[in-house]
Nanobody, 124 residues
Framework: QVQLVESGGGLVQAGGSLRLSCADSGGTISSYTVGWFRRAPGKEREFVGAMRWSGSTSYADSVKGRFTISRDNAKNAVYLQMNSLKPEDTAIYHC??????????????????WGQGTQVTVSS
């Protein structure tokens, strides 16, 4: 059974970096598509990026060039490296996973499994 747990959030100054982790205690997401989403206060859930089972990645325009997704199959984990953080990146970040090869990665409702989220706060 897939159980996703995010970690690595925190408070950072603008321009700083954080690395979020999404670990699966069930040990299955190595072959899943994993997406990252965020929700800022008063805003809709927003796609951040995703890594398909094949290893290919997609990113939202707002984070392209600053954020990078990677995967460590030996640890059943997916990472979101966030550099050059901006105050507008402040949000709760969630990872999500789905076993289908055809999942539409930018649509949050496509994912079967979700983590509880981790808070990222970027101060100006």
């Amino acid at each position: 059974q897939v159980q996703l747990v995010e970690s690595g959030g925190g408070l950072v100054q603008a321009g700083g970096s954080l690395r979020l982790s999404c670990a699966d205690s069930g040990g299955t997401i190595s072959s899943y598509t994993v997406g990252w989403f965020r929700r800022a206060p008063g805003k809709e859930r927003e796609f951040v990026g995703a890594m398909r089972w094949s290893g290919s990645t997609s990113y939202a325009d707002s984070v392209k060039g600053r954020f990078t997704i990677s995967r460590d199959n030996a640890k059943n984990a997916v990472y979101l490296q966030m550099n050059s953080l901006k105050p507008e990146d402040t949000a709760i970040y969630h990872c999500a996973a789905d076993p289908r090869w055809t999942v539409r990665v930018e649509i949050w409702s496509e994912y079967a499994y979700w983590g509880q989220g981790t808070q990222v706060t970027v101060s100006s």
